[in-house]
């Protein structure tokens, strides 16, 4: 994960496990809030595939209170439940003074 605090912005690599379709791109959600649908996959490797995401400045303000992060996938054809949402969810607890660490680390 690559992140650049001197902007307040963070670019980041999602890694998405293999089984889902690569065409629909993942949708990205903060608690029920959609922050961007459709950002495409780059490449995948032989642990997962990756979706290089950015989050401006108010969307990482915004993790700072919320409870999730949702990164959805749909289900690729020939899987079972192909086309159905695939939802990874991620507890913020601590990302606040996290994020303050990193900034304090990168000067």
């Known amino acids: 994960m690559e992140r650049r605090c001197r902007n307040i912005t963070s670019k980041d690599i999602v890694l998405m496990p293999f089984g889902l379709a690569i065409e629909p791109g993942i949708t990205?959600?903060?608690?029920?809030?959609?922050?961007?649908?459709?950002?495409?996959?780059?490449?995948?490797?032989?642990?997962?595939?990756?979706?290089?995401?950015?989050?401006?400045?108010?969307?990482t303000d915004a993790m700072r209170t919320a409870k999730t992060l949702t990164v959805i996938g749909q289900k690729a054809s020939g899987s079972v439940g192909a086309g159905e949402p695939a939802a990874i969810t991620v507890p913020l607890v601590g990302f606040s003074e996290a994020f303050e660490r990193v900034k304090a680390l990168a000067g």
């Open 28 to 59: 990205v959600k903060l608690d029920d809030q959609v922050l961007g649908k459709g950002a495409p996959y780059s490449s995948c490797t032989g642990e997962s595939c990756l979706v290089p995401i950015g989050f401006p400045a108010v969307a």
